[in-house]
């Protein structure tokens, strides 16, 4: 029986055996995701004249609750968890995240401002905001992370900014 059970284990892939632990961790059935899949052309914008930050949140989370994407709940979490601590990145780029509420599908919106604006410690133009579910994605580390790691020069950024096309931003993921 072990044998048969080594042999197994064996055919599964690492990701695979990865979806297994988490399950029996937390009893949810995670997700391996494609982060393109997170990504829409009806939640990328640009040119926006918004002054501040309060004015961005609220663009963006009601543009996702308009979509029933997300609940009130999740759209009043991302003021709330921008009042704990900035989600300022550097490079002119913010990443507001909620903590509480229903997300009904993992979803990113992109906001590229017309101008930088003042957030928190610096200016920021380009805005990601997340509504993912932490507890349906098998790697939400990684996710955030390659997301950073796409933006970690001012240079990437500026040319995303001035770009400003749907097409061009998706094929960086």
């Not at 029986?1 to 029996?24: A, D, H, R, Y």
């Not at 709940?73 to 509480?100: C, D, L, Q, W």
């Amino acid at each position: 029986v072990e044998n048969e059970l080594n042999g197994s284990i064996k055919g599964l892939t690492e990701k695979e055996i990865k979806i297994i632990e988490k399950f029996m961790e937390t009893g949810y059935v995670y997700e391996d995701v494609n982060i393109r899949d997170f990504f829409d052309r009806d939640l990328f914008f640009y040119d926006l004249n918004l002054k501040n930050k309060e004015e961005i949140l609220e663009f963006m989370s009601d543009s996702l609750l308009k979509k029933d994407i997300i609940d009130l709940e999740m759209k009043n979490s991302y003021f709330e968890r921008e009042k704990i601590a900035t989600t300022e990145i550097g490079n002119f780029v913010a990443m507001p995240h909620g903590a509480k509420g229903n997300i009904k599908e993992n979803k990113i919106v992109v906001a590229i401002l017309k101008e930088p604006i003042d957030w928190e410690y610096g200016k920021v133009r380009l805005v990601i905001m997340l509504a993912l579910n932490s507890e349906k994605i098998l790697d939400y580390e990684q996710v955030f992370s390659s997301i950073y790691n796409r933006l970690n020069t001012t240079s990437k950024v500026i040319n995303i900014c001035e770009n400003k096309l749907y097409e061009k931003f998706i094929k960086l993921f």
